[in-house]
């Protein structure tokens, strides 16, 4: 089986200010993580994926990720926030050999920015 | 950029009664899948489909629920006879490739279906 989780429901940035977005998952496999950001009224856009290699993934926005094999996370990072990213986060999972196409989602996180 | 389209935005149904979603994926995508977040909790996988037949399902997915794909263009969801737990947003997603393959999975903006 294959879980994710974001243990906050809510994180508040000043506009400016580094954000970070966590996320832990589980997976039997090989993990193939996502970030996905949805603003109101809009779907689920793509903002980076971790497949293998470099633990450091850059995505769309500024958004960066960081894979972490051992504490098995990949939190959301952007050293400088802005308004404009305030939206609904979700990290998802998926186990690549394993479970086929699903997506595994986490509850998903508000990021709010204050200007 | 090319995006995957739902319609209707917003779909209001008695219970009981049969509705249909429609999706219309990426041109050149071969997998195509339904999502749905009921409100408050996780998005969740309800079923992935390529060449015309199901590939995978969950157990949300039971026998209430079919999928289609009528035409070169449209991929539909319908929901036989709706239940008010099927109050949900319905997400669309395609994929060039599936299974096995490192493809992302693009969603449409979501239907809400409410049951009343």
């Known amino acids: 089986a294959q879980s994710v989780a974001q243990p906050e429901d809510q994180v508040n940035v000043a506009e400016g200010n580094p954000l970070t977005v966590k996320c832990t998952y589980s997976?039997?496999?090989?993990?193939?993580l996502f970030w996905y950001v949805q603003y109101p009224n809009r779907g689920l856009q793509f903002l980076l994926k971790y497949i293998t290699g470099d633990n450091l993934v850059k995505g769309s926005y500024g958004f960066e990720a960081e894979f972490n094999k051992s504490q098995t996370s990949f939190h959301l990072k952007k050293p400088s926030a802005l308004v404009s990213d305030s939206a609904l986060y979700f990290c998802a999972v998926r186990d690549l050999y394993n479970a086929g196409n699903m997506l595994t989602f986490g509850g998903g996180t508000r990021l709010m920015v204050k200007p | 950029e090319p995006e995957v389209t739902q319609t209707p935005s917003h779909q209001v149904t008695q219970m009981g009664q049969e509705v249909i979603l429609r999706c219309v994926p990426i041109s050149n995508h071969l997998y195509f899948y339904w999502y749905r977040q009921i409100l408050g909790q996780k998005v969740e996988f309800l079923v992935s489909?390529?060449?015309?037949?199901?590939?995978?399902k969950s157990e949300i997915f039971d026998d209430q629920f079919s999928v289609e794909r009528p035409d070169g263009s449209n991929f539909t969801l319908k929901i036989r006879s709706t239940k008010l737990e099927d109050s949900a947003m319905y997400f669309c997603a395609s994929s060039p490739r599936g299974r096995g393959s490192t493809d992302t999975q693009y969603f449409g903006p979501g239907t809400r279906l409410t049951v009343l």
């Open positions: 997976v039997s496999g090989n993990p193939y």
């Open positions: 489909f390529y060449n015309n037949e199901i590939s995978e």
